[in-house]
Antibody
């Protein structure tokens, strides 16, 4: 299993950026996928998740209306479109796979190495 | 919104037992997971569904969850266990994953 994020970089406040995560080593279309971020020196914050077929998406309140998660199962990839970027969005963004699911909840068993997004004002 | 609270730091001597708590309202009614993160690395799942260890995680890592508190216990702690640890649960009311505030474990 491998998850490789890309697309991070410097973006101006109010600008847009699209993050990508390329998956390999497993049947991508069978799994929910997530984005989790970590601001410099801070803890983990879950950002969004998407169902196997893309029909269900969930977001943390702080990004609702600004970020969009999507996926392309033919390309084994999940994306995070970041719009109206703000300074507080500065973080390393990880993609992670849902696994060990029971009772409506899962754990995140594989994580990528992350991609750094810096929002400048 | 749902919150999970952890102590900022825990210190332990090599070979001793470290316990890290994670507190949240009725957390025992949810499943808790635990992640280890070493500097410059991605998080690593060490406990899922309260008590289970993924393949490759040493037996010295164990978990429990009851009432309002989940606990990660590291027995016979080694210097390689020095890391930040985060608990995580699913808040069904908001359909959000929630991470704990994180605990830095120092092996003195």
């Amino acid at each position: 299993v491998q998850l490789v994020e890309s697309g991070g970089g410097l973006v101006q406040s109010g600008g847009s950026l699209r993050l990508s995560c390329a998956a390999s080593g497993f049947t991508f279309s069978n799994f929910w996928m997530n984005w989790v971020r970590q601001a410099p020196g801070k803890g983990l914050e879950w950002v969004a998740k998407i169902k196997q077929d893309g029909s269900e998406k969930y977001y943390v309140d702080s990004v609702k209306g600004r970020f969009t998660i999507s996926r392309d199962n033919a390309k084994n990839s999940v994306y995070l479109q970041m719009n109206i970027a703000a300074a507080e969005d500065t973080a390393v963004y990880y993609c992670a796979r849902d696994y060990y699911c029971s009772g409506g909840t899962c754990s995140l068993d594989y994580w990528g190495r992350g991609t750094l997004v810096t929002v400048s004002s | 919104s749902y919150e999970l609270t952890q102590p900022p730091s825990v210190s332990v001597s090599p070979g001793q037992t470290a316990s890290i708590t994670c507190s949240g309202d009725k957390l025992g009614a949810k499943y808790a997971s635990w992640y280890q993160q070493k500097p410059g690395q991605s998080p690593l799942l060490v406990i899922y569904q309260d008590t289970k260890r993924p393949s490759g995680i040493p037996e010295r890592f164990s978990g429990s969850n009851s009432g309002n508190t989940a606990t990660l216990t590291i027995s016979e702690t080694q210097s390689m266990d020095e890391a930040d640890y985060y608990c995580q649960a699913w808040d069904s009311s908001t359909a959000n994953y929630v991470f704990g505030t994180g605990t830095k474990v120092t092996v003195l």
